[in-house]
C-alpha cells in the first residue's frame, strides 16, 4: 500500500538530519516504486533535512561528526533518486570552486562548506587540499565558476589567498569571480586586507555569505 | 635560576623569578628557516637525523631566545611508526601524512606498534640525548601528537568523527591503542632525559567535536597519558587545546595537566577562569609574531603578562618564516616582566 507523498518526504527529512541513513535508503525507495517525483524528494526531502542539521550545528547542537553522518545519508539518498531525475529536472546551479590553499591539509571545515552547498543547491568542483594556487584560477575560468572559495587552517598558507586574488587581477578577471575565504585564522579584517569578497567563520555562514554575493551579482 | 628551574618551578606552581618564555616544539613549531641557516641545519633533513634536530631546536634557544628545547618539529613520527605515509615536506612545510594507514575502524589490527628503537621515533631519542649533554640547563621538551590527532592521522578524520558516533565501541578500541603507544613513545622520550611532555590534540577541538564527544574521545586518552608520565617519569605536562575553548566551559578543568596552553581567540582571563587551578599559558597570535614589529610584540607578550598568564609562549606552531628578530621581540618580555607566577 502506498503512503502518502508528504509520508514519505518526511521520513527522507527526518532521515537526513536524525542521521538514519537506512531511513532515508527505505523512504527514498519508496518514492522510486511509488513513482513520486524525485527531484521532489530530494530538494523537499532530503536536501531540507540537511539545511535542518545545519541549523542544529549553527546552535552548536550539532558537531562535525554529527553533520558527517547526517550527510552520507542525504548523499544515500541522492543516489538511489537520481536515476529517476527527469529531463527537465536540471536547473542552472551557480557555480563554485573550493578547496583547500597550497600547504595546508586541513580540510575538515572545507568538507563541511562543500556538503553544505551541495545542499543548498550549489554546483561544487571540489579541488580539494593543498591545492597549488594557480588551480583556483584555471578551474574557475574552465567551469564558469562564479564563486571561489578559499580556505586553510594555518597562518603559514594564509597569504596564499592574496595571491589567488592578485592572480585574478593580472588575468584581468578579477570581477568575473567571487572570492570567499573561512578557516581557523582568518577573518573579516583579513578579508578585507586583501580584498576577497566575503568571509565566514562556519559552513551555514558561508553559505549565507554565497547567496548575498550573488545576490548583489543579480541586483 | 636557570631556565630548567624556572619552567619546572613554574609547572609545578611554585616561585619562580619570572614567567618562562616558550616554544614547546611539535605542533607548537618553533623552527624558522633564519635558525635553519644560522645552525645549518634544515627542515626536511633535521627531521630524520639527531644531530641536525638538537643543532636546530639548540639554535632556536640560543639565537632565538626560546627558553626550552623540543623535539620533533613535526606530528607526524608516531602516525608514520603505527603504518601511515608520510611526506617530510620541505624546508618551508612540516611534514605530513599522504596515506592513512587504514581505511576502516575494524582494521586496527594492521596497525603497528611504535618501535622506539627504530626511524624517527629513535631519532627524537637520540636528539634528546644530545641536548641533555650540550644544554644541561635548558629544559627538553618532548611533544607528543595528541591521541585524537594521531588516530586521525591512521584513519580518514571523516571515517574516524562519524565512527565515534556510529560505531563507538571501535573507536575507543583505536583510541586505546594510539594511547598505548603514544606511551611508548613517551617513555624513550623520558628515559632519553625529557623535562616535560607537551601534547597538542589539533584534532579534538571542542569545536570540531562537541562538549560530550570531547568528555567522550579527548579527555580520558589525554589524562592516562599525563597522569602516566607524571607517576611514572615525575614529569610535568603541558596540553594545547586549538580553536576557541570557551565551548567546552568547564570540562577545561578535567585536563588533568599541570598546563593548559590556548589559541590566541582565547583570552587569558577567560583560560583562567575556566581552568583556576591550571599553569596557564599562551598566547600570543602567530600572525602578529610573523607580521609584526618586534617592538609591538613584546608590548603584546608584556600585556599577557600583566593578566598574568604563567607561561608566555606563542599560541600556536610559528611560522617558518617568522623573523628571529620578532622571536627575540616576545622573549623580550619575558625578561623585562617579572611577575612572579601567582597560582
Not at chain 2, 612545510?93 to 581505511?103: D, H, L, M, S
Not at chain 2, 649533554?133 to 607528543?144: G, H, M, Q
Not at chain 2, 586505546?176 to 603514544?182: A, D, F, I, R, S
Amino acid at each position: 500500500m502506498t503512503r502518502e507523498r508528504g509520508d514519505i518526504l518526511k521520513d527522507l527529512m527526518d532521515g537526513v538530519f536524525l542521521m538514519n541513513e537506512e531511513l532515508v535508503i527505505k523512504a527514498a525507495n519508496e518514492i522510486v516504486a511509488a513513482g513520486y517525483d524525485a527531484y521532489d524528494a530530494i530538494n523537499n526531502g532530503l536536501i531540507a533535512g540537511m539545511n535542518q542539521a545545519g541549523v542544529l550545528f549553527d546552535k552548536e547542537e550539532y558537531f562535525v561528526p554529527e553533520l558527517l553522518i547526517c550527510s552520507d545519508a542525504m548523499y544515500a539518498g541522492i543516489e538511489i533518486l537520481r536515476p529517476h531525475l527527469k529531463v527537465g529536472d536540471a536547473r542552472v546551479k551557480h557555480k563554485v570552486v573550493i578547496g583547500v590553499v597550497e600547504g595546508d591539509t586541513h580540510d575538515i571545515g572545507k568538507n563541511l562548506v562543500k556538503i553544505m552547498m551541495d545542499a543548498a543547491g550549489f554546483e561544487v568542483h571540489d579541488l580539494g587540499r593543498n591545492v597549488p594556487l594557480a588551480s583556483f584560477v584555471e578551474k574557475a575560468k574552465e567551469v564558469g565558476a562564479e564563486l571561489i572559495c578559499l580556505s586553510t587552517l594555518m597562518t603559514t598558507t594564509m597569504d596564499g589567498m592574496a595571491t589567488v586574488i592578485e592572480m585574478l587581477k593580472e588575468e584581468g578577471i578579477r570581477d568575473a569571480h567571487k572570492v570567499i575565504i573561512g578557516g581557523g585564522p582568518i577573518s573579516q579584517a583579513f578579508a578585507n586586507k586583501i580584498g576577497a569578497d566575503g568571509y565566514a567563520d562556519n559552513a551555514a555562514g558561508a553559505i549565507r555569505v554565497a547567496n548575498s554575493l550573488l545576490a548583489k551579482v543579480a541586483a | 635560576m636557570n631556565e630548567k628551574e624556572r619552567l619546572l618551578s613554574t609547572l609545578g606552581g611554585r616561585h619562580a623569578d619570572r614567567a618562562p618564555f616558550i616554544c614547546p616544539g611539535g605542533m607548537m613549531n618553533m623552527a624558522v628557516t633564519e635558525l635553519m641557516d644560522a645552525a645549518e641545519s634544515s627542515w626536511p633533513e633535521a627531521h630524520s637525523d639527531p644531530e641536525k634536530m638538537a643543532r636546530l631546536t639548540l639554535a632556536a634557544n640560543r639565537l632565538g631566545g626560546i627558553e626550552n628545547t623540543g623535539v620533533p618539529f613535526c606530528m607526524t613520527v608516531e602516525a608514520e611508526a603505527m603504518g601511515a605515509q608520510v611526506s617530510l615536506g620541505s624546508r618551508g612545510n612540516e611534514p605530513r601524512v599522504t596515506e592513512y594507514a587504514i581505511g576502516r575502524l575494524d582494521e586496527i589490527a594492521r596497525l603497528r606498534p611504535i618501535d622506539p628503537g627504530k626511524g624517527r621515533a629513535k631519532v627524537c631519542a637520540d636528539a634528546i640525548r644530545i641536548l641533555k649533554k650540550e644544554a644541561p640547563e635548558t629544559p627538553v621538551i618532548a611533544n607528543l601528537t595528541g591521541p585524537v590527532s594521531l588516530a586521525s592521522s591512521l584513519i580518514d578524520p571523516l571515517v574516524f568523527y562519524k565512527g565515534l558516533i556510529t560505531d563507538s565501541q571501535k573507536a575507543h578500541k583505536l583510541m586505546e591503542l594510539v594511547t598505548e603507544n603514544l606511551i611508548r613513545f613517551g617513555d624513550a622520550l623520558a628515559e632519553a632525559g625529557a623535562d616535560v611532555i607537551c601534547i597538542a590534540d589539533p584534532s579534538a577541538s571542542g569545536e570540531i567535536l562537541g562538549k560530550k564527544a570531547f568528555a567522550e574521545f579527548a579527555i580520558p586518552y589525554i589524562n592516562i597519558l599525563v597522569n602516566y608520565f607524571r607517576e611514572e617519569h615525575g614529569i610535568p605536562s603541558i596540553v594545547h587545546i586549538c580553536g576557541d575553548v570557551r565551548c567546552l566551559g568547564s570540562l577545561l578543568s578535567e585536563i588533568a595537566s599541570e598546563s593548559i596552553s590556548v589559541d590566541a581567540m582565547v583570552s587569558i582571563n577567560t583560560l583562567k577562569e575556566l581552568a583556576p587551578a591550571k599553569v596557564s599559558m599562551g598566547n600570543v597570535s602567530t600572525y602578529l609574531l610573523e607580521k609584526g614589529a618586534p617592538d609591538d610584540i613584546t608590548k603584546h607578550g608584556e600585556r599577557c603578562l600583566r593578566i598574568g598568564v604563567d607561561i608566555l609562549a606563542p599560541a600556536c606552531g610559528i611560522s617558518p618564516i617568522t623573523p628571529v628578530v620578532n622571536i627575540k621581540g616576545l622573549s623580550r618580555a619575558a625578561l623585562e616582566v617579572h611577575t612572579p607566577v601567582a597560582l
